[in-house]
């Protein structure tokens, strides 16, 4: 063979070498760091679900300072179509009925919550109903976040901002740049799923009736209807009473919330601002919510399971709330001061010591609701006062469920002012709580109340 055309052929053999042993070596390469590459993002993404778990808030900052994370990009940011600002602003004009807004001096605040489009304040201002308010927004330093942004008290005891990147805290004044409340931390209400699937929105507790056991027999009623969180506001209530309720709060299933009396007003307008609270502080965090009194136990009747059952088949989307029917029972005694017993819980438990009922309101008349807070723009004492667009309310029928309302005849002079509109619905008769239910509920009562008080003291002054 020329020798010539020998090295030609051992070199183009050579390069066809270094060819395949480059693309070989290029491929394993690619192949590892595309291997390594997923095996990071599984640690990442295993890191990041325990994060979550962890330290919520770390995660609520990463997500704000993302790309791609301005509210208004949000499919749920758009109310009805429009801006939810702008909605606001249209429904808020429209409560003015061409009237100019009030003025006001001040706005005290109870509450800020952060959800993903907006922050949503609680505040307890008396008259301040449709006044044109400023948010004020500040970061973890304190330091003023500007400009203002004009909203409104609308609905009543709300009122609703825009957010603002690094926003920690948050307050409102009457005025684009005069004196704010002072300011106050942010709920978070961003994550998503529900952390309970039932709770209940207590109306404020007050007046100087003994609470020792009413408290515990309206949360273990409710336990049984498959509650598992209790969110209660005081506006009275003594030591002693206040006694079992922080034990509630020690095993996690009650939040208090005392209200702290600023100005003058009937207690019916401190309903209405626990119950506004409560939509703002149960909404993406419970996934339905009861809002009631003290003295008034839900019930299902001819349906075989429990409230949540019932609410378990609900998968109407349109349905944002489900309403009950009112009886009456006559509850004619104050409650005893002290325990001193289960004896004394077996006479004086009120699901067992009173009997006389009066026929059921008719259909809207003082009823109440379970409502999912999400759909809910402003909670009245016995229902939804406004919805957000394409939402509504479901009644049941009493053979459906009801409500029993162990109404004292004393308190509000009620025997003599509303007992005879309540006649008129029908004759009275004798009615039982459910056996079903009745001995787990005293066991439960009894227990409690033992834990509580069998070695109270009351500390001396």
Not at 275 to 294: F, G, M, V
């Amino acid at each position: 063979m020329n020798p010539r055309l020998f090295k030609i052929a051992l070199f183009a053999v050579f390069l066809l070498t270094l060819f395949f042993v480059y693309n070989f070596n290029a491929k394993n390469a690619n192949t590892v760091l595309n291997r390594s590459f997923s095996m990071d993002a599984a640690v990442i993404e295993k890191t990041s679900s325990v994060d979550r778990e962890q330290n919520s808030s770390d995660i609520k900052m990463i997500g704000k300072s993302t790309e791609g994370n301005d509210p208004k990009e949000l499919p749920n940011y758009k109310i009805d179509g429009m801006d939810r600002f702008e909605w606001y602003s249209k429904q808020w004009k429209a409560q003015l009925k061409g009237q100019p807004p009030p003025k006001v001096e001040e706005v005290s605040l109870l509450r800020a919550y952060e959800y993903d489009v907006e922050y949503s304040i609680s505040t307890t201002s008396w008259n301040i109903d449709n006044a044109i308010v400023y948010c004020r927004y500040f970061d973890a330093d304190g330091k003023e976040i500007l400009p203002a942004f004009q909203s409104y008290s609308f609905p009543q005891y709300v009122v609703n901002c825009e957010k603002r990147h690094g926003t920690k805290l948050i307050s409102v004044s009457t005025q684009e740049s005069n004196s704010y409340s002072y300011p106050i931390p942010l709920v978070d209400r961003t994550m998503k799923g529900y952390k309970y699937e039932l709770s209940f929105c207590m109306a404020p507790i007050y007046g100087k009736e003994a609470k020792w056991l009413l408290i515990p027999e309206i949360i273990e009623h409710y336990k049984l209807q498959g509650m598992t969180h209790f969110y209660f506001y005081v506006f009275h209530i003594n030591e002693y009473d206040n006694a079992i309720l922080e034990d509630y709060v020690r095993t996690g299933e009650v939040e208090v919330t005392y209200m702290l009396e600023r100005s003058d007003r009937e207690l019916l307008y401190w309903q209405h601002v626990a119950y506004r609270d409560c939509t703002l502080r149960s909404r993406h965090e419970s996934k339905w919510s009861l809002h009631a009194d003290i003295d008034e136990r839900l019930l299902m009747t001819q349906y075989p399971g429990t409230i949540l059952d019932y609410l378990r088949t609900v998968t109407d989307n349109s349905i944002g709330g489900i309403q009950f029917r009112q009886q009456w029972i006559m509850k004619t005694e104050f409650m005893p001061e002290k325990y001193e017993g289960d004896e004394q819980i077996d006479t004086w438990a009120p699901t067992l010591r009173w009997h006389n009922s009066s026929a059921f309101g008719p259909p809207g008349h003082t009823v109440k609701c379970i409502v999912q807070a999400e759909k809910v723009l402003a909670m009245w004492t016995h229902m939804p006062r406004m919805w957000y667009p394409g939402f509504r309310m479901h009644e049941l029928t009493p053979e459906e469920g009801i409500v029993r309302h162990y109404r004292d005849q004393q308190m509000w002079n009620w025997g003599k002012v509303w007992l005879k509109e309540v006649l008129q619905f029908g004759p009275m008769n004798l009615t039982d709580y459910p056996e079903k239910y009745q001995q787990n509920l005293i066991d439960a009562v009894k227990k409690r109340v033992k834990y509580v008080y069998e070695h109270y003291n009351v500390r001396e002054e």
